[in-house]
């Protein structure tokens, strides 16, 4: 998640860690490509000015010194260690190395920490927490602080359930890590985070759980055939970025070259 640098300032020797503000090295990582001169890159459409451009895994989304080093090692022991485990399980299923594939309450515990932990690493998170702040006009909140002091817990009312990819075209990943769309509660939403090309977790209602478990008790998982939904789910993680970080979206580049014109045609 970190790459450390000693630098010298003032005499003194400096720490210098730069921390991925919301999406983790390690998801990154599953997008990425290896470059002979920058190692592993993603490709990125970049929302502040529509623009396709690749970067380095370890600097995309930094900024430094952002999370403490006591941060940083919660964060990777507590909240992206468990789920890596666990995403790369579900990628040996999504490539037919595992089957069936199932996930224990543990693991379905440690998903959901990711997404509460994610979306107190988003920027909206940071801006509401410092409008319902009385002081944050003398003293900012930080993002830190929502993470290591905030008891919030969200997505209590949702189950887990994975989504494997077998169309042509690939997840796209953004900022936000998850997006959300439609449930068919009008009040619900389903929340889906792509961790590869193939693979995604999403988050469905309670009340939406009988209509998997009379298919199959055991299922935790289902497939995509169709590209035109495909399409859809990476236009929804789209749209999802530019409300809440606008910063950028991750992904192959056919699919980053379409989500572009598209964003050209709403901006």
């Given at each position: 998640?970190?790459?450390?640098?000693?630098?010298?300032?003032?005499?003194?020797?400096?720490?210098?860690?730069?921390?991925?503000?919301?999406?983790?090295?390690?998801?990154?990582?599953?997008?990425?490509?290896k470059s002979k001169k920058d190692g592993y890159v993603v490709d990125y459409?970049?929302?502040?000015?529509?623009?396709?451009?690749?970067?380095?895994?370890?600097?995309?989304?930094?900024?430094?010194?952002?999370?403490?080093?006591?941060?940083?090692?919660?964060?990777?022991?507590?909240?992206?260690?468990?789920?890596?485990?666990?995403?790369?399980?579900?990628?040996?299923?999504?490539?037919?190395?595992?089957?069936?594939?199932?996930?224990?309450?543990?693991?379905?515990?440690?998903?959901?920490?990711?997404?509460?932990?994610?979306?107190?690493?988003?920027?909206?998170?940071?801006?509401?927490?410092?409008?319902?702040?009385?002081?944050?006009?003398?003293?900012?909140?930080?993002?830190?602080?929502?993470?290591?002091?905030?008891?919030?817990?969200?997505?209590?009312?949702?189950?887990?359930?994975?989504?494997?990819?077998?169309?042509?075209?690939?997840?796209?990943?953004?900022?936000?890590?998850?997006?959300?769309?439609?449930?068919?509660?009008?009040?619900?939403?389903?929340?889906?985070?792509?961790?590869?090309?193939?693979?995604?977790?999403?988050?469905?209602?309670?009340?939406?759980?009988?209509?998997?478990?009379?298919?199959?008790?055991?299922?935790?998982?289902?497939?995509i055939d169709n590209e035109n939904i495909m399409k859809k789910l990476n236009?929804?993680?789209?749209?999802?970025?530019?409300?809440?970080?606008?910063?950028?979206?991750?992904?192959?580049?056919n699919e980053l070259n379409r989500l572009k014109e598209i964003n050209l045609?709403?901006?």
């Amino acid at each position: 998640m970190t790459a450390t640098m000693i630098a010298l300032w003032n005499n003194k020797i400096i720490n210098i860690m730069n921390s991925h503000v919301q999406i983790p090295k390690s998801i990154l990582r599953n997008f990425a490509y290896k470059s002979k001169k920058d190692g592993y890159v993603v490709d990125y459409l970049d929302l502040h000015n529509n623009s396709i451009k690749t970067e380095r895994i370890k600097k995309l989304d930094t900024i430094e010194n952002y999370y403490s080093k006591d941060c940083e090692d919660f964060l990777s022991t507590t909240i992206e260690g468990p789920f890596g485990e666990i995403s790369k399980k579900i990628r040996e299923f999504g490539k037919g190395k595992i089957d069936p594939l199932t996930l224990s309450e543990r693991e379905k515990h440690a998903i959901l920490d990711f997404f509460n932990f994610t979306l107190k690493r988003s920027k909206i998170a940071l801006e509401e927490a410092n409008k319902a702040s009385l002081t944050s006009a003398i003293s900012p909140i930080t993002q830190e602080e929502i993470l290591m002091l905030s008891r919030a817990r969200f997505f209590k009312e949702y189950f887990v359930n994975i989504i494997v990819n077998r169309t042509e075209i690939d997840f796209v990943i953004p900022r936000n890590c998850f997006y959300d769309k439609k449930a068919k509660s009008p009040e619900k939403r389903h929340y889906i985070l792509p961790f590869a090309h193939k693979v995604a977790i999403i988050l469905l209602p309670n009340e939406e759980s009988k209509d998997y478990d009379s298919e199959n008790k055991h299922r935790d998982y289902f497939y995509i055939d169709n590209e035109n939904i495909m399409k859809k789910l990476n236009e929804f993680a789209l749209h999802t970025e530019v409300g809440t970080n606008n910063e950028f979206v991750v992904g192959n580049i056919n699919e980053l070259n379409r989500l572009k014109e598209i964003n050209l045609r709403f901006a």
